[in-house]
């Protein structure tokens, strides 16, 4: 089984940046694809970016295109999201999640297998 964990994540002003960092344990090498969502209360689950793990090919929302980053380090397991010139809007719980199989639609929170519980980042303006 895939474990998930996320970090990272806190309060910064309108213009910082934060790095989130999720790590994979257990059987990783059995994943496809690596995505990040996120999700404010009493807001639908976002799709924000995803990579995919062996080719590292990525994909962005067009809210975060151009001030957010999705990298892997492979040797440590761990996918990276990096976030500039944030805005009051970016506020969320942002969580990882991981595919084992090649998804008809990426951006379909329902389709992947594994998740992490999350972390808190919160933009003040």
């Known amino acids: 089984q895939v474990q998930l964990v996320e970090s990272g994540g806190g309060l910064v002003q309108a213009g910082g940046s934060l790095r989130l960092s999720c790590v994979l344990s257990g059987r990783a090498f059995n994943i496809y694809r690596m995505t990040w969502f996120r999700q404010a209360p009493g807001k639908e689950r976002e799709f924000v970016t995803t990579i995919n793990w062996s080719a590292g090919i990525t994909n962005y929302a067009d809210s975060v295109k151009g001030r957010f980053t999705i990298s892997r380090d492979n040797a440590k397991n761990t996918v990276y999201l990096q976030m500039n010139s944030l805005k009051p809007e970016d506020t969320a719980v942002y969580l990882c999640?991981?595919?084992?199989?090649?998804?008809?639609?990426?951006?379909?929170?329902?389709?992947?297998?594994?998740w992490g519980q999350g972390t808190q980042v919160t933009v003040s303006s």
């Open positions: 999640a991981a595919a084992q199989l090649v998804l008809a639609n990426i951006k379909d929170s329902r389709r992947y297998d594994y």
